[in-house]
């Protein structure tokens, strides 16, 4: 029978360590008295049984069971125990490919990784047969991946210094202001629209060429009024959200409209703006090396996933 094609998802994450293994946490196996069990999928010469699938897809099951309600349950729920039995697949693939590879996970390896495991708070017990095959498998999958899939991978300086260049966004310092603050505050519970018709009288004051200092120094509720309303030096990140925004694109030397926040009504003057910064190359290098690894191994393990799919015997009988 012709082989089936199935969706690529990744199975084992390039990244993942001893203690991501999530699949250890599995509910007990259906009763024969509620499943009568069957085939569903056969990969080379592994039958994956409809057992399997159930048990694989239960904990998601629950989850989408108690989000959803009626065809939209029933459409997820299909979808779901699809995508379970395509990891399966894949799985059992890279599997036989490590058996074909002679990898071999040790006793001691085993054990190593169930006390890291549940030093991490998992809960492993290995005199449960499933427990501690899903432990060796596991440690396999990881095993598999590295030789086949994470050896091959070199990233060059010049791919890291490009990347940079692609994303130095990402690798920004927050941006630097140096802020002057009008500050109205409600003289009590009910005084709001006493203290916006002040903001707005200042506002007029500014419009008609009134210093910023002087009116900050005369009715500024704020800390630094004495100063003239500075504020001094201030971090992106450290200013109430609406005022981030409102300054966000102001120049130097220009004031903003009346900010209304929890601690009343604002007018802010941008004093200066620090041009943008970026974390130079050679700090962020090593760093840059681990995401273009990250990036160029799932390239790679997609291909080395396909290629098993396409050398493979795949039958679903779902």
Known sequence: MKPVSLRQDRLVPLKATLALIGILALPPTFSAAYLEDRIVAVVNSDLIMLSDVKREFEPEQARISRQHRGDELAQRLKMAEYMALTKMIERRLQ?????????????????????HMKRQGETID???????????????????VDREVRSSVVVGDSEMKRYYQEHRDRFALPEEYTLSQILIQPRSSD??????????????????????????????DG??????????????????PTIERAIAFLVPGGISDIIESSEGFHIIR????????FRPFEEVKFEIQELVFQQKSEDVFQSWLVDLKNKAYIEIKF
């Open 95 to 115: 599997l036989q490919e490590a058996k074909a590879r002679k990898v071999v996970v040790s006793d001691q390896e085993v054990k190593q990784a169930v006390e």
């Open 270 to 277: 941008v004093d200066e703006k620090k041009p943008k910064q």
């Open 126 to 144: 290995l005199s449960n047969p499933l427990h501690a095959r899903n432990v060796r498998d596991q440690l396999t999958l990881l095993k598999v």
């Open 223 to 240: 800390p630094n009024a004495s100063r003239g309303g500075r504020l001094g030096l201030v971090q992106q990140g450290e200013l109430l």
């Open 191 to 220: 005084g709001t629209a006493d203290a916006l018709a002040k903001a707005r009288q200042i506002m007029d004051e500014l419009k008609r060429g009134e210093k910023f200092e002087d009116l900050a120094m005369q009715y500024s």
